[in-house]
Nanobody
Framework: VQLVESGGGPVQAGGSLRLSCAAS???????MGWFRQTPGKEREGVAN???????SYADSVKGRFTISKDNAKKTLYLQMNSLKPEDTAMYYC???????????????????RGQGTQVTVSS
């Protein structure tokens, strides 16, 4: 399974971006998530959608980010609004996680992981 992220780029604080993660295949009953990482820091979970369609978010993005998926298109999305400079990071998608995985599930439990797309938020 290959995952290809897109939609990253430069944006001013307060702006919006929508990230996409196109999968060559996926099982919608598995969990999927978005992670981000900045140099020198651990990769952190940003948003998760489990096999039942329940979503969960990191506290730092609640109310600003929305995760969704389109099973027909085999694509995972992350809508990011009210972006802040501290949201600047490389963003990665992951699929093939345990069905009931939530935001606390770490990167390496997902079977399939993308290569990342850079988001840079300027003040």
């Amino acid at each position: 399974v290959q995952l290809v992220e897109s939609g990253g780029g430069p944006v001013q604080a307060g702006g919006s971006l929508r990230l996409s993660c196109a999968a060559s295949a996926y099982t919608d009953s598995n969990s999927m998530g978005w992670f981000r990482q900045t140099p020198g820091k651990e990769r952190e979970g940003v948003a998760n959608i489990n096999g039942r369609g329940s979503t969960s978010y990191a506290d730092s993005v609640k109310g600003r980010f929305t995760i969704s998926k389109d099973n027909a298109k085999k694509t995972l999305y992350l809508q990011m609004n009210s972006l802040k400079p501290e949201d600047t990071a490389m963003y990665y998608c992951a699929t093939g996680g345990p069905p009931l995985c939530g935001i606390g599930c770490v990167w390496f439990v997902y079977k399939y992981r993308g290569q990342g797309t850079q988001v840079t938020v300027s003040s």
